[in-house]
């Protein structure tokens, strides 16, 4: 027997939205595997993971918490990789807006009214589009390879937030502990409810989900991103200025995850501290291609991700396991994507016997 | 500066660039196939948790560099299943391979962070290592940094002088006419993506087990990315690669010529270094296009199959 891949000669509709559920079905099961090889059986600790952590209002209030910053970020990569413009520096931007949006707001502290809530969002907001502008201008201007770049900028803004939580911004009355310290209420996010963490940031998400959904699905500019992201050369024929697009795709994405940096300092957290992020931009990748770079898709996808954070947490307090399963399940998923994305251009065949290949003609005495 | 403080920097510079000269020669190789593989600070991750883990159960530091090697080689086998054979986007394939790779070791190496092991220790030459200067920068560093010496000259060979960097370099600029010639053009491929993978598990290994004999969560920081770089900085050129490798080795060690220099810079800033850089380098290589269009294999990071 012999299984071959056939062309299908078009995309099938099909297996592009068939393959991310595949992805997620092979996921779990390959960690219900890891999990029996360890001694935990599958179906309980597959329930810790995914059901347990929102089986309560408090559970569900925190899924929310979660799903905000992934979303956020993923719905920015989203408009960046229509472009192919590969934008890998979610995790910084999100990290220069938390920084810049604590810096604003440590400065604040003693302001009463609620415009420092809208400084603190829109100075986060403008610090994560700067960050990816950095990246946009390296690009444009000196034709530097943005994976890397924007990449090196993680590392750069991971260690300007150290220098700032272990300095300028330490809090003077925290015990030298490295953190800021904790916001004046007027730049807090109000919560949604009395009870969790839940908090006004969803509407932003919210807001967001429509605007990128509009961008990409209905807007010229939209489109233009991504006739500029299926062939870069077509593009330039019909005369889309290619240079604004890359700074429009980067301000956008680094932008919304700046904004998720700010919502996190001023929301769950309420100041700086070193571990804003446990990998949220890093997590965005691969909710951005799960999610198909479909708004849509991606709401369901980053739901997805942020209840594997969740578990992932849960399962280390009740399991004992490591927290690293989140992240493992997330390149997993995004293996099992990828090699799941084959069946949409090509269709699995079972051959039940090897066949000799037919000779190939030569001639022979002629040219 | 004092030529002791001197011998000391070029010492920890061969040290610091090792391990990016190791990841960087199998990237080179693989890139020169025509195969981008963005997943080196995965499968450098992974090598440096499993060569730990191995050397501290068995007590054999040899075993550990060796399955370290078999790791690393296990996690581009996958890439090169998912890119080379369904064919899937190379960036996109390497990118799920880092995180495939930096979770995989987190999870594996959750029970080992900060565990004592005894590693590699310094191998001075007699004589040899006592050249001023030089000396203890050449003759007097632990066995996997000779080893990174004897690989760089038997990659420089295979590249520069024989058979197998033709046919190499053949697949990677023309695949197409490559495969009219007759070369096996998707084995040569996976082959160059597996010795990636091997280069990166002993870099990997020489993190755990020589440099910073422990594991610690994400202790590559980001080399993987930076041996990236380096081969867009050598131009794809390998001694080129060899130049980078070190100087880049000497912009993470700068901290420790400050703290000799007494300067007072706070850490955290003086890590950003290598990566400032790194990009600094990218700016000024990449700044002309038309250079990184001669140098750069043609074919690099497009999908190839047989037939078409």
Redesign the interface.
């Given at each position: 027997m012999l299984l071959s891949l056939e062309p299908r000669g078009q995309q099938s509709r099909v297996m592009l939205w068939c393959s991310p559920l595949l992805a997620a079905g092979l996921t779990l099961a390959c960690g219900s595997l890891l999990f029996m090889l360890l001694g935990h059986p599958p179906l309980l600790t597959l329930h810790t993971l995914l059901i347990a952590p929102i089986s309560d209002f408090y559970g569900l209030g925190e899924w929310l918490v979660k799903t905000l910053p992934i979303l956020l970020c993923a719905l920015g990569l989203a408009v960046a990789y229509q472009a192919r413009i590969?934008n890998?520096g979610a995790e910084g931007q999100l990290l220069l807006g938390a920084l810049a949006g604590s810096a604003l707001a440590v400065n604040l502290i003693d302001m009463q009214s609620r415009w420092a809530l809208v400084l603190v969002l829109c100075g986060g907001t403008l610090a994560g589009a700067a960050w990816a502008g950095l990246t946009a201008w390296?690009r444009t201007r000196?034709?530097?390879?943005e994976?890397?770049?924007s990449?090196?900028?993680n590392?750069?803004a991971l260690?300007?937030l150290?220098?700032c939580v272990?300095?300028p911004l330490k809090d003077p009355a925290g015990f030298n502990f490295p953190e800021s310290a904790m916001f004046g209420d007027a730049s807090r996010l109000p919560l949604l409810s009395e009870e969790g963490r839940a908090h006004a940031g969803v509407y932003f998400a919210l807001l967001a989900l429509i605007a990128v959904w509009v961008l990409l699905q209905r807007s010229f500019v939209g489109f233009q991103i991504k006739v500029l992201g299926l062939d870069q050369r077509a593009a330039g024929f019909v005369g889309f200025r290619h240079k604004r697009l890359i700074w429009l795709a980067l301000l956008i994405s680094g932008g919304l995850a700046g904004l998720a940096g700010a919502c996190e300092v001023s929301g769950p957290i309420g100041q700086l501290v070193p571990q804003v992020s446990p990998g949220y931009g890093?997590a965005a990748?691969?909710v951005a291609?799960l999610g198909r770079l479909n708004p849509i898709g991606i709401l369901f996808s980053s739901l997805l991700m942020a209840l594997l954070y969740l578990g992932g947490e849960h399962a280390q307090m009740s399991l004992n396991l490591?927290?690293?399963?989140?992240?493992?399940?997330?390149?997993?998923m995004?293996?099992f994507?990828?090699?799941c994305?084959?069946l949409i251009l090509y269709r699995p065949r079972l051959k039940l016997h090897w066949t000799r290949r037919a000779p190939v003609a030569t001639t022979v005495g002629a040219l | 500066m004092d030529l002791d403080l001197l011998s000391n920097i070029l010492y920890a510079m061969v040290r610091c660039g090792t391990p990016l000269l190791l990841v960087a020669l199998g990237e080179l190789i693989c890139e020169k196939s025509g195969v981008l593989n963005?997943g080196q600070e995965?499968m450098m991750l992974f090598g440096a948790v499993i060569g730990f883990i191995v050397a501290l159960n068995s007590g054999n530091l040899w075993l550990g560099v060796l399955l370290s090697m078999a790791a690393g080689m296990l996690l581009s086998a996958?890439f090169a299943?998912?890119a080379l054979v369904?064919?899937?986007?190379q960036?996109?394939?390497g990118?799920?391979?880092?995180?495939?790779?930096?979770?995989?070791s987190?999870?594996i190496g959750?029970?080992w962070v900060g565990k004592p092991l005894a590693g590699f220790e310094p191998l001075a030459i007699p004589l040899l290592s006592s050249i001023p200067l030089i000396g203890r920068m050449l003759f007097a560093q632990d066995l996997l940094v000779y080893l990174s010496f004897v690989l760089f000259a038997l990659v420089a060979w295979a590249l520069l002088k024989s058979r197998i960097g033709l046919i190499i370099q053949a697949v990677g600029e023309n695949p197409d006419a490559a495969s009219a010639m007759g070369l096996p053009v998707l084995r040569v491929r996976m082959l160059a993506v597996l010795f990636g993978g091997a280069m990166a598990g002993l870099a990997g290994a020489y993190l755990s087990l020589a440099y910073t004999p422990m594991w610690a969560?994400n202790m590559s920081?980001?080399r993987g990315?930076?041996a990236?770089?380096l081969v867009?900085f050598a131009s794809w050129r390998v001694w080129r690669l060899l130049l980078g490798a070190y100087l880049f080795g000497l912009a993470s060690i700068l901290h420790l010529v400050a703290q000799g220099l007494g300067l007072a810079v706070?850490s955290?800033?003086l890590?950003?270094l290598p990566?400032?850089a790194?990009?600094m380098v990218?700016?000024l290589l990449?700044?002309d296009?038309l250079r990184?269009r001669l140098y750069a294999p043609v074919s690099l990071g497009q999908p190839w199959q047989p037939g078409h």
């Open positions: 590969w890998i390296l000196f034709n530097a390879n994976i890397l770049t990449i090196m900028l590392y750069i260690n300007l150290l220098f272990h300095g890093y990748i691969t291609f490591p927290q690293a399963i989140t992240q493992l399940f997330q390149g997993m995004l293996f994507l990828l090699a994305d084959v | 963005l995965g996958l299943l998912v369904f064919n899937a986007n960036v996109a394939t990118l799920a391979l880092t995180i495939f790779g930096v979770g995989l987190s999870f959750a029970a969560e920081a980001g990315w930076i990236l770089a867009v706070p955290s800033l890590a950003m990566y400032v790194t990009i990218l700016v990449s700044r296009a990184t």
